[in-house]
C-alpha cells in the first residue's frame, strides 16, 4: 500500500506537470520562442517532446499508473531542465547556495527544479508500481 506521503507528492507533481505541459499548449508561440533561444533549430521539436512529457507524466503520476517509472524519467527530464537553465546571481558563497537550494534571484529556476528533483526521486523510491 502507497504512504499518504508519497500520493501527496504523486498529486502534487501529478497536477504541477499537467499544469506545465497545457501551459506550453496554450501558449505555444511563446514557449516555442522561449525553447527557440535555448536549443535553436531544434526548439520546436524539443517544445513538443517536453509537452507531452510533461502532460503524459502528470496525467500518470495522478492515476498512480506506472509511478515508479514516470517518476524517473520527469526526474531526468528536471535535470535537463535543471542543467538548461542554471544561473546564479549571486557572487558570494552563502548567496550562491541560497540561490541554488531556497530562491534563485537570477533568474533561473535552480531551488525549483532541486525541489521538483528531490520529490520525483521520493516517489521513484517509495513506488510499488
Do not use: C, P, Q
Amino acid at each position: 500500500m502507497e504512504g499518504t506521503g508519497i500520493k501527496v507528492l504523486r498529486w502534487f507533481f501529478g497536477i504541477a506537470f499537467l499544469v506545465a505541459g497545457l501551459d506550453k499548449i496554450f501558449h505555444f508561440s511563446g514557449a516555442a520562442g522561449m525553447f527557440g533561444s535555448l536549443f535553436g533549430g531544434l526548439g520546436t521539436v524539443l517544445l513538443v517532446i517536453a509537452i507531452i512529457i510533461e502532460v503524459l507524466g502528470g496525467i500518470a503520476l495522478l492515476a498512480n499508473f506506472k509511478a515508479r517509472s514516470v517518476s524517473l524519467v520527469l526526474a531526468l527530464f528536471i535535470v535537463v531542465a535543471l542543467v538548461v537553465t542554471f544561473k546564479i546571481g549571486s557572487t558570494d558563497f552563502i548567496g550562491s547556495l541560497r540561490e541554488i537550494l531556497v530562491m534563485n534571484t537570477g533568474g533561473g529556476n535552480t531551488a525549483v527544479n532541486l525541489a521538483y528533483l528531490a520529490g520525483l526521486v521520493a516517489i521513484y523510491l517509495e513506488s510499488k508500481n
